[in-house]
């Protein structure tokens, strides 16, 4: 019964251990909302990732590991002639979606935040002929 104790009291004890030098694992997701394609690639503190051509209104996604001791991690990410930086804490969210738009501050946010984007069109006024209707 005191075996069965200690392996209970030293198991606890691992898992606190191990979960004091986690690192922080983190998924990135690129929108494009330009109406080009883009070639996106980003740094972090571990170097850098090429995520390729991500076509307009589409997305690209991966999923990096930030060491403790790197956090805050001070991050860039260029798309095509756009560039950007985002800062990962040991406090941020399992994801970041990162907008890249020219008509709007591009930059990370996460399902809560997520920006919608809406486009305004102006609507002309139409003539029509009106005539005499026959019976």
Known sequence: ?????????????????????????????????TPQAR???FTTPDGTVELGTIRPAGKASEEVKIAKDDLPARCTYAAGDMTGQFTIRKD?????????DKSREVGPGNKKTEMKTTKEKEVKDKVVEQGTVVE
Request: charged content about 20%; glycine content about 8%; some cysteine.
């Open 92 to 100: 941020s969210p399992g994801s970041m979606i990162i907008y890249v």
């Open 1 to 33: 019964m005191m075996t069965v104790r200690r392996l209970g009291l030293l198991s606890l004890v691992l898992a606190g251990v191990a979960m004091v030098g986690c690192d922080k694992k983190i998924k990135l997701t690129f929108v494009n909302d």
């Open 39 to 41: 070639e996106v690639e």
